[in-house]
């Protein structure tokens, strides 16, 4: 099979077992998305981004087929369109260093067309700066359409709360981490909360699902193989994954604000995200969004919780 023998060059053996055991998931009637999922969690995630461009909208439920027209002319008047025009002249660290000058110029007229369409599509969200370090991720990977599309699909759930026009629902996710590690771990939840640092260190890891803060475009992918495979309040669990994997630097210091924030405000340039990803689905399974919400007085959202139920029996 022609797509058997591509996806055993270069790869190791686990590599290959995984990349054959999506592949057959995608070819089956109908898609085994439980498969899929599995495998975009597990060590490795999806592996390659052309796997990864069949299954990322298969675990969304889009197709290139449900594309509408738009009109040039009606994106440009946007009134957005300025701001996001600044924010991706500034993305050159997020696209591959050997990428040519002008598949840098292609893909950037790409993202603001992408991201102006959805604004136009769904009137009503607002724009951030970082959600377009979210969409040029899939962008590299997925082009044009169907990033459009799964990106349509990502705002009315995973990253709906950081779309508003102010930060309530935002600081409302943030809230989810102090709860979460204090299940954990007490003593540096407490000794975090004693320095009267706040958690607001992490906002760029979540409203960026971390691109803003990883250098390594395949990493990005990476965390977006989890993050879609998982619940919307999956950045909260590997935020706190983060945290945890810190705590021997974050107990030696002194406990007051500048030392701590100062610290957790910097992810080590060799943090390995691997162990990490599997810490916070433990974490999910052990401490599902309701039992979070319930130790720290949460209002949990309804779509939250009822997503909470899989959890229980072993699914993330």
């Not at 997925?142 to 759930?157: F, K, P, S």
Request: aromatic share 8%; proline share 4%; hydrophobic share 40%.
């Amino acid at each position: 099979m022609d797509t058997e023998l591509r996806i055993r060059r270069g790869v190791l053996h686990w590599q290959y077992e995984k990349l054959r055991e999506v592949q057959e998931a995608l070819e089956r009637d109908p898609v085994d998305i439980g498969t899929i999922r599995k495998h975009a969690i597990s060590n490795g995630g999806l592996v390659s981004n052309e796997l990864r461009k069949k299954a990322w909208p298969k675990m969304l439920g889009v197709s290139v087929c449900d594309i509408s027209p738009y009109e040039d002319a009606a994106l440009s008047a946007h009134k957005d369109r300025a701001q996001v025009q600044l924010d991706v002249n500034r993305c050159h660290r997020r696209l591959p260093r050997d990428m040519s000058e002008e598949a840098r110029a292609d893909i950037q007229k790409q993202l603001v067309r992408v991201i102006v369409r959805l604004l136009a599509r769904h009137r009503g969200i607002h724009y951030y700066q970082g959600f377009h370090d979210i969409v040029v991720t899939f962008l590299l990977v997925l082009g044009e359409d169907l990033t459009y599309l799964i990106m349509g699909q990502l705002i009315t759930c995973h990253i709906n709360d950081f779309l508003d026009a102010d930060m309530t629902r935002t600081k409302s996710i943030i809230a989810y981490i102090s709860p979460l590690l204090s299940l954990q771990c007490t003593e540096l939840e407490e000794f975090i909360t004693r320095s009267e640092c706040a958690y607001y260190f992490s906002l760029s890891w979540l409203i960026t699902w971390f691109a803003h803060v990883v250098e390594s475009p395949d990493l990005a992918c990476r965390l977006v193989d989890l993050f879609l495979a998982s619940h919307p309040l999956m950045p909260v669990y590997l935020s706190t994954a983060v945290i945890l994997s810190r705590k021997s630097e974050v107990l030696s210091l002194e406990c007051e604000l500048s030392s701590v924030h100062g610290l957790l405000s910097r992810l080590p340039d060799d943090l390995n995200f691997e162990p990490l990803i599997q810490k916070s689905s433990e974490l999910f399974v052990q401490y599902p969004p309701d039992v979070v919400a319930a130790k720290g007085r949460l209002n949990p959202r309804a779509r939250w919780v009822e997503q909470v139920g899989g959890a229980r029996r072993g699914h993330v």
